[in-house]
């Protein structure tokens, strides 16, 4: 087995960090910034005051973000950096505002749209802004991943862009900032951390380092989780969530997602479905699924040992119960869906994360998991 392992973030975690960000930027010599924020941020306060603490270092703000940041989001928030002439990007928000940031970052110095290089295989230019990633949920992981998601409603699609430019100079983890999340998103984000860690351990890219940080993840959210979900104000839960996330973006980075995040396009695009409880929807079936091969089977049988459980068909149990409690979905019988729907996420379930699975997943396997859920 030979393996690689580079990590380029430089993370800083703590209650408070958030006030450390303009010495941080002053010490990398960092003098004119933009705040790339979620638009939540813009409403409730938070942005206006980072503004007005970096005064002289933040010039301006882009705060036009959809939840699942489309690419007309990406060109126009390049544009004002290419306008105001920028030196660096301070993203604050959840994934949608960091992947929008991180994007941004590299194609403002061309004059292309970012729609050239999402998913085409068009290598991105090497040069980019650096970028200091603060982010206000525990789940997503992006601050210290090479990974931007984004949709294009014109085309209806919707994909990772994956490039090394995209890892930011430094991740602020400041747990305060999800003191205030409501119990849904709690349980949204929470889930698809799980997700991270399980098809990071199990992907086929995986390696030992990152092997050993999917199971410290995964041990997080099973024990921290539902005290979050049911007790939103336990800081020590909340710190130990938001601990979960930055280390199961660490254990999916290189290995890449798999089964569960190539279903959540489809999810995510045609039923609306919030990615992280797209995610968590199907991580079960798959557990089940990939715990049954012969040659990766007890490797992951193992993982589920190590987290206290009989094997992945216990653990999958376990999944199964735990989106009940979150009050996720388990199924898809709101939607009515009709033959025509269901295949059309068969169709859209073949994503390229779904070659990193390590079991081969069929149309007929999709099309089973699937009609399952109606």
Same mark, same amino acid.
């Given at each position: ?19 450390? @960000? ?31 603490? &970096? ?107 994956? &490039? ?136 992951? &049988? ?9 094997? @992945? ?22 939607? &009515? ?27 007929? @396997? ?9």
């Amino acid at each position: 087995m030979s393996w690689d392992y580079i990590q380029p973030v430089n993370i800083k975690f703590g209650e408070g960090m958030l006030g450390r @960000m303009k010495e941080i930027a002053e010490e990398m010599g960092l003098k004119k910034g933009i705040l790339v924020s979620d638009p939540f941020f813009a409403q409730n306060g938070l942005a206006d005051r980072l503004m007005k603490e &970096n005064e002289g270092l933040l010039v301006c703000m882009y705060s036009q973000i959809s939840p699942n940041p489309e690419v007309t989001e990406v060109d126009a928030c390049a544009a004002l950096m290419k306008e105001k002439e920028v030196e660096f990007t301070v993203a604050l928000g959840g994934g949608s505002a960091l992947d929008c940031a991180k994007a941004a970052s590299t194609i403002c110095f061309t004059e292309d749209s970012i729609r050239k290089y999402h998913g085409t295989g068009v290598e991105l230019p090497k040069k980019h802004l650096p970028i200091i990633a603060i982010p206000t949920t525990a789940g997503t992981g992006s601050e210290v991943t090479c990974v931007s998601v984004l949709s294009d409603h014109e085309l209806g699609k919707k994909g990772p862009i994956n &490039n090394n430019n995209f890892y930011p100079a430094v991740a602020l983890i400041d747990p305060e900032l999800t003191y205030t999340l409501p119990p849904y998103m709690t349980a949204s984000c929470g889930i698809d951390v799980l997700c991270h860690a399980v098809e990071g351990f199990w992907s086929k890219g995986h390696q030992p380092i990152c092997d050993a940080l999917a199971l410290h993840a995964s041990e997080l959210v099973f024990e921290n989780i539902r005290t979050v979900y049911n007790d939103p104000q336990n800081k020590e839960a909340r710190a130990r969530m938001a601990e979960a996330s930055v280390i199961a973006g660490l254990a999916f980075t290189l290995p890449k997602t798999t089964s569960s995040h190539a279903c959540s396009f489809p999810l995510t695009n045609i039923l609306h479905i919030p990615h992280g409880e797209a995610c968590g929807l199907t991580l079960d079936y798959f557990a089940r699924i990939n715990a049954a091969d012969p040659v990766e089977g007890p490797r992951i &049988n193992r993982f589920a040992q190590k987290l206290g459980f009989k094997d @992945m068909n216990d653990m999958a149990d376990a999944i199964a119960q735990l989106k009940k409690d979150l009050k996720l979905r388990t199924d898809l019988k709101e939607f &009515n869906l009709t033959d025509e729907q269901v295949a059309e996420l068969v169709r859209g379930s073949k994503h390229p994360n779904m070659l990193n699975n390590p079991v081969e997943i069929t149309e007929e @396997m999709l099309d089973k998991m699937y009609q399952s859920m109606r």
